[in-house]
């Protein structure tokens, strides 16, 4: 199986020493930048759009028609700001890769800012992960000193200068409008669009944001070109990207491999389900997708395919739960998560998550009455759709996903607890002693 793993971003992680520049160099680091200097901006978005890369943050938008988007005849400065504000639940694809490999990202920073004429960068980095900040940090002054930032980039008179943002442990700031108020020093709050960044972002100037791993990826399509990035992936999602896999399997990780792998492959990479068990059900990108079931399996993990099955790619982190978790339990902890994490800016979010969780403990304690599940759905219809940003849109995936596949285990909620039902030790990955079960 291991084959089917195509690790290029991840390729170095386990080098000694691989955060180095010097470590980055022997491997062929900034020689894409080299490359991408050397072309027009406009060459460069069109390689870009060529290779057909997709946004890796969850959206897949096409990258190179963002950075296009940017109006050049704006008079005010151009920025290009990275979102490695990673904080969706199940995701730990982004931080591993800026703490084992940051130049990665800082070259992409600077090819993707060339290519959108922008003189001024920001990394948000997730203010929680301290460890990570420092690389990057570390790495951007690396490039300073070697003459890869700053003025007069390896003369060819473009200068840019990139800072280090660290956030404040928001979930909401993952939201790219929420995170340029945030940047600018105001509440993270999502913002009304139309105007959207690319032309009114930051300082109400044109911006390009991109999440990490987008961003990371510019550097080996411009040095492999957009034809060894197309012949990865299916016909509409091409390359290869970073998948979590966590939970109830072996070896939980992150696996590169090209878009449209099964997760019944990712599961065998990582080594199968836990002894003695079988799925239940899974995320395909984190909680804010609607989960499937082990019809799923076998469905190919690319934007196209989880759309046909009613559900996202969204950041490609599967959480996967056996048959001794309990779907109320886990529906109930990913929606206080969404609770605690709303901003407060709109009622239906602000309110209705908060009744979502009221309604949710009655059912895991076994005390919800007779058509409580028709007012659960009921609340969701109220929530979905009508707020700024999509966090209610997730909060509402999780419990109307979890209904329709599992709508039997609630209706038990009328009258048994659920833990009754699934004894939670049973689903626990570690017991009291710290021993994996």
């Known amino acids: 199986m291991t084959d089917l793993l195509t690790p290029v971003l991840s390729a170095h992680w386990g080098d000694e020493q691989s955060w180095k520049l010097a470590r980055y160099e022997a491997t062929g680091g900034y020689r894409a930048l080299r490359t991408a200097l050397g072309m027009s901006p406009d060459d460069l978005i069109s390689l870009v759009k060529d290779a057909n890369l997709r946004g890796r943050g969850g959206a897949g938008f ?63 980095c997730r203010g929680e992960v301290l460890h990570v900040i420092r690389r990057l940090q570390q790495a951007v002054r690396e490039a300073y000193a070697a003459g890869y930032l700053g003025k007069n980039i390896m003369g060819t008179g473009y200068d840019l200068d990139i800072i280090v943002h660290a956030g404040a442990g ?30 009114a972002g930051l300082y109400a100037s044109p911006t390009v944001i991109n999440n990490v791993e987008s961003i990371a990826s510019v550097p080996s399509i411009v040095a492999n070109g957009a034809a060894w990035f197309q012949s990865m992936g299916t016909e509409k999602s091409k390359g290869m990207t970073l998948y979590s896999v966590s939970g109830h399997v072996r070896t939980p990780g992150q696996f590169e491999a090209p878009m449209g792998i099964t997760l019944r492959q990712l599961i065998e990479l990582g080594g199968g389900m836990r002894e003695g068990h079988e799925l239940k059900f899974f995320t395909p990108g984190g909680s804010s997708t609607p989960i499937l079931t082990a019809e799923g399996l076998d469905l190919p993990l690319d934007y196209e395919s989880m759309a046909g099955a009613g559900t996202m790619l969204g950041t490609k982190a599967l959480q996967v739960f056996d048959e001794t978790t309990s779907v109320v339990r886990t529906t ?7 609770k605690h994490e709303s901003c407060g800016k709109c009622t239906p979010c ?21 058509g409580d599940v028709e007012k659960l759905l ?33 209706e038990l909620g009328y009258h048994t607890p659920a833990w009754e039902l699934f004894p939670y030790e049973k689903s626990a990955l570690f017991t009291t002693e710290g021993d994996a079960r």
């Open 332 to 338: 109930l902890r990913f929606v206080e998560f969404y």
């Open 170 to 199: 928001a979930y909401i700031c993952g939201e790219e409008t929420a995170l340029l108020d945030s940047l600018e020093g105001r509440r993270g709050q999502p913002r009304l669009r139309p105007p959207f960044p690319a032309v």
């Open 62 to 124: 096409p990258t190179g028609m963002k950075w296009s988007f940017v109006p050049q005849d704006n008079p005010n400065p151009k920025y290009l700001v990275v979102n490695a504000d990673e904080s969706e639940p199940g995701t730990c694809k982004d931080m591993p890769l800026m703490l084992a490999t940051p130049h990665t990202l800082v070259e992409g920073v600077i090819i993707a800012s060339y290519a959108i004429r922008a003189k001024h960068a920001f990394i948000y």
């Open 378 to 410: 009921d609340l969701c219809d109220n929530i979905g759709g009508r707020s700024f940003c999509a966090l209610a849109d997730g909060a509402v995936a999780c419990v109307t996903s979890a209904v329709r596949h599992f709508r039997a285990e609630f």
């Open 350 to 370: 602000r309110e209705g998550s908060w009744w979502l969780v009221q309604l949710l403990m009655k059912f895991e304690a076994g005390t919800a009455q007779e």
